[in-house]
T-cell receptor, first 113, second 112 residues
Framework: KQEVTQIPAALSVPEGENLVLNCSFTDSAIYNLQWFRQDPGKGLTSLLLIQSSQREQTSGRLNASLDKSSGRSTLYIAASQPGDSATYLCAVYSGAGSYQLTFGKGTKLSVIP | EAQVTQNPRYLITVTGKKLTVTCSQNMNHEYMSWYRQDPGLGLRQIYYSMNVEVTDKGDVPEGYKVSRKEKRNFPLILESPSPNQTSLYFC???????????FGAGTRLSVL
């Protein structure tokens, strides 16, 4: 059974810092990996989707990498802003047809002005 | 505008009283799914549907039913709710295996 772990569980950084969030998964036979953002009391917003054949994806200040062989992904946030404060979730698509989605428990990020 | 709409957003009910949480998407997506989110446990998949009349169990299906009679709708049914089903529920949809998944705003359910 796929298990997804995110470290650290919480992170507090001063505004302007670059930071890295980590995600690891136990079964490397994945289809895709997706990073989400969740604001308190809200739904999930997709940030980046990395297909299994890709190594990384970029969107603005965000860069996500994927290393299937080691079972790891990272989300790099450049020049952090207070508006980046949220919980970041990593999710792995696996199983036949990639219909099964397993989430990590998230990293709660606080960016201090 | 691409949307996944869940109703109701908030619901308080009593043990054993059947309820349905509706989910509708306007993107003609084939794949839809339901998740529950609990503190310390994260998001867990309840059921998913690959297309009309095709559904399968996720990680925590006990106590839940689903149906997919139309492509746009995927209701979650709790035949006899219990307090351990108090949770935040999310519906999601996507086109296929490599598409981004879109989430609804969530339904916060309390079972007394």
């Amino acid at each position: 059974k796929q298990e997804v772990t995110q470290i650290p569980a919480a992170l507090s950084v001063p505004e302007g810092e670059n930071l890295v969030l980590n995600c690891s998964f136990t079964d490397s036979a994945i289809y895709n990996l997706q990073w989400f953002r969740q604001d308190p009391g809200k739904g999930l917003t997709s940030l980046l989707l990395i297909q299994s054949s890709q190594r990384e994806q970029t969107s603005g200040r965000l860069n996500a990498s994927l290393d299937k062989s080691s079972g790891r992904s990272t989300l790099y946030i450049a020049a952090s802003q207070p508006g980046d404060s949220a919980t970041y979730l990593c999710a792995v698509y696996s199983g036949a047809g990639s219909y099964q989605l397993t989430f990590g428990k998230g990293t709660k990020l606080s960016v201090i002005p | 505008e691409a949307q996944v709409t869940q109703n109701p957003r908030y619901l308080i009910t009593v043990t054993g009283k059947k309820l349905t949480v509706t989910c509708s998407q306007n993107m003609n997506h084939e794949y839809m799914s339901w998740y529950r989110q609990d503190p310390g446990l994260g998001l867990r998949q309840i059921y998913y549907s690959m297309n009309v009349e095709v559904t399968d169990k996720g990680d925590v299906p006990e106590g839940y039913k689903v149906s997919r009679k139309e492509k746009r709708n995927f209701p979650l049914i709790l035949e006899s709710p219990s307090p351990n089903q108090t949770s935040l529920y999310f519906c999601a949809s996507r086109t296929g295996a490599v598409d981004i998944q879109y989430f609804g705003a969530g339904t916060r359910l309390s079972v007394l």
